[in-house]
């Protein structure tokens, strides 16, 4: 008798487990920039090379927190225990709102920081990362003080393509600015 809740045999389980493993070996190789592997492009990595760069990635990663904490540590320190001296200190020089755009191969990483009488839309930044190609993964927003933080991570929807970086930074500094202009008015 044949049921229909049969539990299936070994080898289809063993194969479906397979198949899972390679698609999340797959996926994680994906987060990696593509510079952090350290191959010519006649040479392919097998899986357990590709897991071991993923290990490395996240390791450097790792460091750079700690280091960067370390630093933020040390800078609340010399500011006093005041946020508002720190952000205060670091904008020190430098006009509200504030862009910086990094390329890091198959993402970009979107970082801007306004006052809070000056907003802009945030759908709108999201819009034109997604008109250049790519898409936002996560999207982030804090307040500190009188300021606002944005953060965004976007990743490139067709990797052979790309996103011309140069073209994303100069439509969004016309972006944010051009909304500045307006709110000044």
Request: net charge neutral.
């Amino acid at each position: 008798m044949n049921c229909p809740a049969q539990k299936p045999d070994r080898k289809t389980t063993e194969r479906n487990r397979r198949i899972h493993m390679k698609n999340l070996c797959f996926k994680l190789s994906s987060l990696i920039p593509p510079n952090h592997f350290k191959i010519t492009s006649k040479d392919l990595l097998s899986q357990q090379d590709q897991v071991d760069q993923a290990a490395n990635y996240i390791k450097q990663l790792k460091e750079r927190v700690d280091e960067l904490k370390g630093k933020k540590e040390m800078a609340m320190r010399a500011a006093g225990s005041n946020n508002d001296n720190l952000i205060d200190a670091m904008m020190i020089g430098q006009r509200l709102p504030v862009m910086d755009l990094r390329d890091m191969g198959s993402s970009l990483e979107v970082m801007l920081i306004s006052g809070l009488n000056k907003n802009f839309m945030l759908y709108e930044v999201i819009s034109v990362l997604e008109e250049e190609g790519a898409e936002v993964v996560s999207a982030s927003v804090s307040t500190v003080g009188d300021k606002v933080f944005h953060s965004l991570h976007a990743q490139v929807k067709i990797s052979r393509v790309g996103v011309e970086t140069s073209r994303v930074w100069q439509r969004l500094q016309e972006l944010i600015y051009s909304t500045e202009l307006l709110h000044d008015v």
